[in-house]
């Protein structure tokens, strides 16, 4: 069986045809499942035939809700499992200009970041196209309204599942899908140089968003063992690279862990490293894991750090911390579902 999420509506439209359906009932099954309808049987407007066709050949892989937690500021937080069982976590944000979610790539992660709650139990599994996509579907329903952002920040390396991650995107911004704007989506990733000229080449839209999280070489290998392949110069210049390439402005994510890399003189080689690039910097106070050593940094410290990048005319954010009443921080939720559960 297949999971029909996987399939673009030109591919859908092919299989009907050399199924010996009209083509045009592609389009009628995608309204169906993107307005929540599930059910092939219960497609209204489709001819039996290609019902039962559809039925014999294919699933609809929305996954199971096994959890669901309400955080007080609007945050939504979904343990969900897959077909096979394997679980992961999406997170729904609310802002005023709109609803956006963080989805999963990956069943864990491969990439070792010390601070990270996702990559615990290493990478199980990639995603598929239509497993990230269920996600959203899955999430409209829970508020009953539309997403308007995707963030690729939930478990996963985005740019370590490249071809699904692609599809994704496509389906996600098909005029015929969901249609969200490829410069609503924000992929982001630890750094895996030559995906990211290859995704350069794509030419997409979209935001590019770099976890940076250290401004020397040395302190980033004690954090993240990436580090170790590629350097932070070799990133920068990939940056630039896709900035030529898209004319987008990259942002920089930068995790402040006390007494790591918050100190004033971090924030002034982080100043140097992105003097002239077109980039924008977001400060992630960091989510403590339970797992982890990592404290996050005194307020007073993550605003001096602030106050520096911007006095060096470099255009910073605090990253809002939303959901931490609700385990929001990346795999935090599934950790504490597998030990629960083991
Ligand atoms: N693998 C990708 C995307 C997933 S992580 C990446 O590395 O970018 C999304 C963001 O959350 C990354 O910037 C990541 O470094 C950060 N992150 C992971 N664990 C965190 C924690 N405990 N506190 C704060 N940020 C964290």
Redesign the pocket.
């Known amino acids: 069986m297949i999971n029909i999420l996987d399939l673009s509506q030109e591919e859908l439209k092919n299989w009907l045809q050399d199924n010996n359906e009209k083509a045009f009932r592609a389009e009628q099954v995608f309204n169906w499942i993107y307005k929540g309808q599930w059910d092939f049987k219960e497609m209204k407007n489709v001819n039996t035939s290609a019902i039962d066709k559809l039925t014999a050949n294919f699933y609809i892989g929305i996954p199971k809700v096994l959890e669901k937690l309400y955080s007080k500021d609007g945050t939504i937080k979904l343990l969900i499992a897959l077909s096979d069982g394997n679980v992961i976590e999406t997170v729904i944000m609310k802002y005023k200009h709109g609803n956006s979610i963080c989805v999963s790539t990956q069943v864990g992660?491969r990439?070792g970041?010390r601070?990270?709650?996702?990559t615990l139990g290493g990478r199980i599994r990639d995603l598929t196209a239509g497993e990230i996509l269920s996600q959203i579907l899955l999430a409209e329903v829970i508020i009953s309204g539309k997403i308007s952002n995707v963030v690729?920040?939930?478990?996963?390396?985005?740019l370590d599942n490249f071809s699904n991650v692609i599809k994704f995107i496509e389906l996600v911004n098909s005029p015929k899908g969901l249609n969200i704007g490829q410069r609503h989506i924000t992929l982001?990733?630890?750094g895996l140089v030559p995906k990211i000229y290859e995704l350069a080449d794509k030419k997409l839209q979209i935001t590019l968003?770099?976890?940076l999280?250290a401004s020397t070489d040395e302190k980033r290998k004690e954090m993240m063992p990436i580090a170790n392949r590629y350097s932070i110069n070799e990133i920068l210049q990939a940056c630039k690279y896709y900035t030529d390439k898209t004319n987008r402005r990259i942002t920089f994510?930068y995790?402040l862990v006390k007494g790591s890399n918050d100190t004033k003189e971090d924030a002034y080689k982080l100043c140097d490293l992105l003097k002239g690039t077109l980039s924008h910097v977001n400060l992630?106070p960091?989510?403590?894991?339970t797992e982890?050593e990592?404290q996050r940094s005194e307020d007073r410290a993550i605003l001096e750090f602030y106050n520096i990048l911007m006095s060096k005319g470099i255009e910073t954010t605090i990253r809002r911390e939303m959901g931490s009443d609700i385990n929001a921080?990346?795999?935090q939720l599934r950790r504490s579902y597998i030990d629960a559960t083991r």
Request: proline share 3%; with cysteine; net charge negative.
């Open positions: 992660c990439m970041c601070f990270c709650a996702s690729l920040m939930g478990s996963g390396e985005p982001s990733t630890c968003a770099i976890s999280h994510e995790a992630i960091i989510n403590e894991v982890r990592y921080a990346c795999g």
